[in-house]
């Protein structure tokens, strides 16, 4: 099992800029893609950013991938998504995610943290 903890959340105008942080615990990370995805409301749940635990590889959502930058640190166990620019349409509720490299959806999730992005 692995547990997920979010933190990092809170409100911003427009054009700042805020560190979301997640932090894993539980089985070691082997070969795993730890993500971040956000859901706003009336709205589905959507990937924003991924990295590849082992190799630090990264991918991005189109409409993020100028602003936002996904990081970890391997000793501690954390994920960072470092946001920037941040416009009204990037609030959300943002959660962490992770699956091993060989599963198909995302398993083990966090409880979210709450971005909101003024105007």
């Known amino acids: 099992q692995v547990q997920l903890a979010e933190s990092g959340g809170g409100l911003v105008q427009a054009g700042g800029s805020l560190r979301l942080s997640c932090v894993a615990s539980g089985r070691t990370l082997g070969d795993y893609y730890m993500g971040w995805f956000r859901q706003a409301p009336g709205k589905e749940r959507e990937f924003v950013a991924r990295?590849?635990?082992?190799?630090?590889?990264?991918r991005y959502m189109d409409s993020v991938k100028d602003r936002f930058t996904i990081s970890r640190d391997l000793a501690g166990k954390t994920v960072y998504l470092q946001m920037n620019t941040l416009k009204p349409e990037d609030t959300a509720v943002y959660y962490c995610?992770?699956?091993?490299?060989?599963?198909?959806?995302?398993?083990?999730w966090g409880q979210g943290t709450q971005v909101t992005v003024s105007s």
């Open positions: 995610a992770a699956r091993a490299v060989t599963a198909t959806d995302y398993n083990y």
């Open positions: 990295i590849r635990w082992s190799l630090g590889t990264t």
